[in-house]
C-alpha cells in the first residue's frame, strides 16, 4: 500500500535552515507528483510546494517562493524541502502528498502523517 | 492566483440533519475541485474528486456538485463520525484549498 513518512521537523530560531524529508512507498515513486501542504496549530490547509515526477516543475506558494525549494531523488524514492529563512508563522505541521494520478497535475489521494516544524527564539 | 473562500466557517447541526458547505472560485476551475475532511491530528482523507466523483470507499451520504466558480459539499443524514473539519481544494491552477468548515454538534 502507499506509505509517505516525513522526517526532519524540529524547533528552530528565525532566520535558519530546516530540510524536511519524505520517504515513499508502495507505489511507482518516479511516475507521481509530490507536494508539501501545511497547517499552522489550529488553522486551516495551506499548499506550499509541488515537484513534478521527474522534478523538471517545481511550484510554491507566494508565502514561501523565494526562501523554500524543493526537490526529489527517484532513486531513493525521496522528496526534500529545503526551507530557508525561516519565519515564526511558518511553524506548521507538514505533510507530503501524492498526486492521483502519474504525470499529471491532479488532486492529492495520499498523505503522510506530517512532520512538526517550530520557529521560535 | 486562484483564492478559495468556504462558507461557513462552522456548522452546527444535528446527527441525522442535511448539511452543506459551499466553495466559491474567485475565477472559473471548470470541474477541478476536491473535498477532504480532517480528523483532529489525522491528515486529510479525499471524499469527493472532480467536484462530482466520490472516492472509492467513501459513504454515499456524502456527494458534490457544481462547476465553473461554485461548488457545494452535501452530506445527507450526518453520522457522529461526520462532526469534524472539511476542506475543498481546486487543481485548475495551481493549488488552493478552501478556509475549511468546522461541523460541530448542535
Known amino acids: 500500500q502507499v506509505q509517505l513518512v516525513e522526517s526532519g521537523g524540529d524547533v528552530v530560531q528565525p532566520g535558519r535552515s530546516l530540510r524536511l524529508s519524505c520517504a515513499a512507498s508502495?507505489?511507482?515513486?518516479?511516475?507521481?507528483?509530490i507536494h508539501w501542504v501545511r497547517q499552522a496549530p489550529g488553522k486551516g490547509l495551506e499548499w506550499v510546494a509541488a515537484i513534478s515526477y521527474d522534478g523538471s516543475n517545481k511550484n510554491f506558494a507566494d508565502s514561501v517562493r523565494g526562501r523554500f525549494s524543493v526537490s526529489r531523488d527517484n532513486s531513493q524514492n525521496t522528496v526534500f524541502l529545503q526551507m530557508n529563512s525561516l519565519r515564526v508563522d511558518d511553524s506548521a505541521m507538514y505533510y507530503c502528498?501524492?498526486?492521483?494520478?502519474?504525470?499529471?497535475?491532479?488532486?492529492?489521494?495520499?498523505w503522510g502523517q506530517g512532520t512538526l516544524v517550530t520557529v521560535s527564539s | 492566483d486562484i483564492q478559495m473562500t468556504q462558507s461557513p466557517s462552522t456548522l452546527s447541526a444535528s446527527v441525522g440533519d442535511r448539511v452543506t458547505i459551499t466553495c466559491r472560485a474567485s475565477q472559473s476551475i471548470s470541474r477541478w475541485l476536491a473535498w477532504y475532511q480532517q480528523r483532529p491530528g489525522k491528515a486529510p482523507k479525499v471524499l469527493i474528486y472532480k467536484a462530482s466523483t466520490l472516492e472509492t470507499g467513501v459513504p454515499s451520504r456524502f456527494s458534490g456538485s457544481g462547476s465553473g466558480t461554485e461548488f457545494t459539499l452535501t452530506i445527507s443524514g450526518l453520522q457522529p463520525d461526520d462532526f469534524t473539519s472539511y476542506y475543498c481544494?481546486?487543481?485548475?491552477?495551481?493549488?488552493?484549498f478552501g478556509q475549511g468548515t468546522k461541523v460541530e454538534i448542535k
Open positions: 481544494l481546486q487543481y485548475s491552477s495551481d493549488w488552493t
Open positions: 502528498a501524492k498526486e492521483r494520478l502519474p504525470g499529471m497535475r491532479d488532486y492529492f489521494d495520499s
Open positions: 508502495g507505489f511507482t515513486f518516479t511516475s507521481y507528483g
